[in-house]
């Protein structure tokens, strides 16, 4: 059975940082591409940033314009993605996405795989 499990949301003012982070469980993720999504109220599904679990290699969405940072801890089998420099416009339902496509991942079509989310507030 495969599992995400997303910790760490939480309100937080502008301009301020935290941290949210994705237990994940259940198969080998070797070969596989680990992300973030996030869907505020009224919008569409939006890619944060995706991390290939084995070698590494990251990518992000447009607007995170390095304010956010993914990185992967193979001991502990986490995600995580620290946001710093945080706008209310970032207040979003934050998912752990995972997927054999990296393509997927960025696209958020067919993942095979969600977390259910945490809650992240920014407040003005």
């Known amino acids: 059975q495969v599992s995400l499990m997303e910790s760490g949301g939480g309100v937080v003012q502008a301009g301020g940082s935290l941290r949210v982070s994705c237990l994940v469980s259940?198969?080998?993720?070797?070969?596989?591409?680990m992300g973030w999504h996030r869907q505020a109220p009224g919008h569409e599904r939006e890619f944060v940033a995706g991390?290939?679990?084995?070698?590494?290699?990251?990518y992000y969405g447009d607007f995170v314009k390095g304010r956010f940072t993914v990185s992967r801890n193979l001991a502990e089998n986490t995600v995580s993605l620290q946001m710093n420099n945080l706008k209310p416009e970032d207040t979003a339902v934050y998912y752990c996405?995972?997927?054999?496509?990296?393509?997927?991942?960025?696209?958020?079509?067919?993942?095979?795989?969600w977390g259910q989310g945490t809650q992240v507030t920014v407040s003005s």
């Open positions: 996405v995972a997927d054999q496509s990296g393509s997927a991942i960025r696209l958020g079509s067919g993942i095979n795989y």
């Open positions: 259940g198969v080998t993720f070797k070969d596989y591409y």
């Open positions: 991390i290939h679990w084995s070698g590494g290699f990251t």
